[in-house]
């Protein structure tokens, strides 16, 4: 190829392999977006309601976080032997991430420094927008489908008829 075909001169072609660490990238890809909702947010919230105005949305993103960030992190941890399952992990995990995260607002139940519109804004924004830097991130993995080992046999196939 060359550098008009979309090539970089001075740089070889290779052949691009699976993401590693994917889960972990999506999660990054989350905080930094999140992060910079919670800034700016709190930030706003400071000016408007002062302390408890910035502690209730940095409280709120801290939530949703916590749960969408140990989520990943499971299955981070469950992707690594079984990629093929991380997708089926991921349904039963947002379905148990629903009700605890239900389970522990009513257990905190509504503190009296807690602004609860800001608290509100902040974490459905944050949901948004972790949403969003998730999906982008996830449209940018690269899962290996085939074996690339170039002159080996691996399907069932070919090792019953050798």
């Known amino acids: 190829m060359s550098p008009a075909d979309g090539a970089q001169a001075g740089r070889p072609l290779v052949a691009s392999g699976p993401t590693a660490k994917p889960w972990l990238g999506v999660f990054r890809a ?13 930030v706003t919230a400071l000016v408007f309601a002062g302390l408890p105005g910035a502690g209730s949305v940095l409280f709120g993103w801290t939530l949703v976080i916590a749960f969408s ?4 992190l499971i299955v981070h941890v469950v992707g690594r032997d079984n990629p093929h ?13 629903v009700v605890v995260f239900a389970a522990v ?7 009296d420094w807690l602004e609860a519109t800001w608290f509100f804004s902040a974490a459905i924004l944050t949901v948004v927008v972790w949403q969003v830097a998730e999906i982008r991130a996830f449209s940018r993995i ?3 489908l085939y074996d690339d ?3 080996e046999e691996s ?4 090792k019953r008829d050798a």
Not at 69 to 72: A, H, I
Not at 85 to 97: E, Q, S
């Open 149 to 151: 080992v170039p002159h």
């Open 30 to 42: 989350g905080m930094q977006w999140t992060g910079l909702l919670a800034v700016v947010l709190a």
């Open 142 to 144: 690269r899962f290996q």
């Open 105 to 111: 607002l009513f257990l905190i139940g509504r503190p």
């Open 69 to 72: 960030g140990v989520s990943l």
């Open 85 to 97: 399952g991380a997708m089926a992990m991921f349904a039963l995990i947002y379905i148990v991430k």
């Open 155 to 158: 399907s069932v196939k070919g």
